[in-house]
C-alpha cells in the first residue's frame, strides 16, 4: 500500500528551521541561522493536523522513520529481546516479547504475534500474577514485539498510520518519559472477551499515567475513549497527538477528535519531561486470551512521524524548568530504566544539592510553579547560602551574547536578599538579581544580558541563594532560559 505523504515547498513557510544539537545529545527545533538549506530539505512531510503548516512544524528525524527500506534501522529503535536484551520488561504476561516478531517488509513495520509452543519463555518470570507462555496453568504460548525510539522528545505532534492486529493482541503506539506515560491508543482488532470489555474492535482510547513514586496501580489520571465507524483491524487509519506544554489534543485522520488541558486535570498533569515512542503488541488477560486459530496477526505501521516547534531556548527546557533529568542521549539508556526511577547515571543526571544547602532548598511539585508541575523551593531560615548545581556538560554555548532569564516567586515575608548564576567558566556570575526590590506574591520574569567569551566543554550552571542570618520566608525559580541576543 502506496504511503501517503504530504509535501510543501520550503518556500511557502514563512521561515526555514534548523536543527541543533542540544547538551542532551537530542534534536531539537531552533531559529534558523540561514536562509540556506541543504537540497534534501526543499521539502518537508506536515502533520496530517495542519496539511498547510501553520504551526510551523518541523520534522524530527532522529524520530521518525517511512519504514521504506529493507530493515528497521538500528540506529532509531531498539528492538525488545534482541541479542538477549530487553528493556525494562519482556512484554505483558503471558505473552512474550521476541525479536524475530519485529521486521520490515513492503515499506512497512511489522509486528507479528505468533502461537509459539517451541519457544523458550522467560521460565517463572512474569508480573501482577502471571507468566511467560502460562496463564492459570494453561499454556499460552504467545511471542509476540516492540520496538523502543533510541531518541525522546519534549513537546511535539506524533503520527503514525497503521493498522491494528486481527486477534485478541494489543496494538498499542504509546510513549514514556520521567514519572510519566502518554497512551495515544491501545487498540485491539478482535478480543475474545464478550460483553462490556474496555476495549472492542471500534474502540479508539488513550491514556495518560502518573509514575510519580510510589507509582502504585492504578496509575491512570486521565484520558478519552472513542467509538470509531470502523473496526481497526480492517483498514489503515492516521492517529495523531500534539503535545504542549499546557494541552494535549488526539487526532483520527487529521480530524481532532478530543483535547484537553493542564487547567482540566490540575495536579494529574505529568506530562513535562522528554519521551520515547513505543509500537508494541501484548496480551490484556483482562480483555480476553487470543485463541490459536487467530494467530498469526500483524500490528502494522506504515510510518512514525514526530514534529516540533522552533526553540529559541538553548538550555535544556525541563532540565532547567526542575521537571526531571537531563538526558545524556550519547550514552546509552540502561535497560532497567523505568519511568519512576531518579537515581543519577550516565544517560541522566540531576541537580545537585548538597547536604547542607539541602535543609532548606528542594525541587516541589504542584506548590507554586511557572510552567509544568515542578519549581526550585527555597526556605529562609536554616542557611545563610543555598547552592543547586547543574551536572557538567548541562550548558554548552558559542562565543557570543546572550540574555538569560527566570522566573521569580516570593511571598511577602521573604528575607532571602540576592539570587546569583554563575557558569563554571567564569568566576563572576552572569546574572544576580535583588530580590528585596521584587514585586511579591506573583511569578516576575527577570532578564540579564551577559558576553560570553569562550567555549567550553563540560559547562555548567550554579545558582546560589543568599539570605540573612535569620531569615524566613519561601522564594521560587521556575524556567530558566539562554538565548542568543
Request: glycine letters at 8%; proline letters at 5%.
Amino acid at each position: 500500500m502506496s504511503k501517503q505523504i504530504k509535501l510543501l515547498p520550503l518556500s511557502v513557510l514563512a521561515a526555514g528551521v534548523l536543527m541543533a544539537t542540544g547538551c542532551d545529545g537530542a534534536s531539537r527545533p531552533t531559529a534558523p541561522e540561514s536562509a540556506t538549506m541543504e537540497p534534501q530539505r526543499k521539502q518537508l512531510l506536515l502533520p496530517a493536523s495542519d496539511p498547510t503548516n501553520t504551526g510551523n512544524w518541523v520534522l524530527n528525524q532522529d524520530i521518525s522513520d517511512e519504514f521504506s527500506g529493507d530493515s528497521l534501522d538500528r540506529s532509531k529503535w531498539f528492538v525488545q529481546g534482541e541479542n538477549g536484551d530487553y528493556y525494562i520488561w519482556k512484554g505483558r504476561a503471558p505473552s512474550q516479547f521476541a525479536p524475530h516478531n519485529v521486521y520490515v517488509e513492503g515499506g512497512m513495520l511489522k509486528i507479528t504475534s505468533r502461537w509459539e509452543p517451541d519457544y523458550s519463555f522467560a521460565v517463572g518470570e512474569g508480573h501482577e500474577g502471571n507468566f511467560y507462555g502460562v496463564h492459570e496453568g494453561q499454556k499460552v504460548p504467545v511471542t509476540t514485539g516492540a520496538v523502543v525510539s533510541k531518541k525522546r522528545f519534549l513537546n511535539g505532534y506524533m503520527e503514525v498510520r497503521s493498522k491494528a492486529a486481527d486477534a485478541a493482541m494489543t496494538s498499542s503506539f504509546w510513549a514514556i518519559g520521567y514519572q510519566q506515560e502518554l497512551d495515544i491508543y491501545e487498540q485491539m482488532g478482535r478480543p475474545t472477551l464478550k460483553g462490556d470489555v474496555d476495549i472492542k474492535g471500534n474502540t479508539l482510547k488513550a491514556s495518560v499515567h502518573d509514575w510519580q513514586p510510589p507509582a502504585v496501580r492504578p496509575t491512570r489520571k486521565f484520558g478519552h475513549k472513542t467509538d470509531l465507524s470502523f473496526n481497526v483491524a480492517e483498514e489503515f487509519h492516521v492517529y495523531g497527538a500534539e503535545w504542549g506544554e499546557d494541552y494535549l489534543k488526539f487526532y483520527l485522520d487529521g480530524k481532532l477528535v478530543h483535547e484537553v488541558t493542564q487547567e482540566e486535570v490540575g495536579e494529574h498533569w505529568v506530562l513535562t519531561n522528554p519521551m520515547e515512542i513505543w509500537l508494541d503488541s501484548e496480551i490484556f488477560v483482562w480483555q480476553g486470551l487470543p485463541t490459536e486459530d487467530q494467530l498469526p496477526a500483524t500490528y502494522e505501521i506504515d510510518y512514525v512521524r514526530v514534529w516540533q516547534k522552533p526553540e529559541s531556548n538553548l538550555l535544556d527546557r525541563a532540565f532547567f524548568g526542575f521537571e526531571g533529568p537531563i538526558l545524556y542521549e550519547q550514552e546509552n539508556r540502561p535497560l532497567n530504566l523505568v519511568p519512576e526511577n531518579s537515581e543519577n547515571n550516565k544517560y541522566q543526571k540531576f541537580w545537585l544539592i548538597d547536604e547542607q544547602s539541602a535543609q532548606s532548598l528542594q525541587r516541589v511539585r504542584n506548590e507554586r510553579f511557572a510552567k509544568g508541575t515542578w519549581s526550585l523551593k527555597y526556605t529562609g531560615g536554616k542557611n545563610t547560602k543555598a547552592t543547586a548545581i547543574a551536572p557538567e556538560n548541562s550548558v554548552n554555548l558559542l562565543n557570543g551574547n546572550y540574555r538569560l532569564s527566570a522566573k521569580i516567586w516570593a511571598d511577602p515575608y521573604s528575607t532571602a536578599d540576592k539570587v546569583s548564576i554563575s557558569l563554571n567558566s567564569t568566576d563572576t556570575p552572569i546574572a544576580e538579581f535583588d530580590l528585596q526590590s521584587l514585586a511579591r506574591g506573583e511569578w516576575i520574569k527577570v532578564y540579564k544580558e551577559f558576553d560570553y567569551p569562550q567555549s567550553l566543554s563540560g559547562d555548567f550552571m550554579k545558582i546560589s541563594i543568599t539570605d540573612q542570618e535569620n531569615g524566613s520566608g519561601v522564594l521560587y525559580i521556575d524556567d530558566i532560559a539562554i538565548e542568543k541576543e
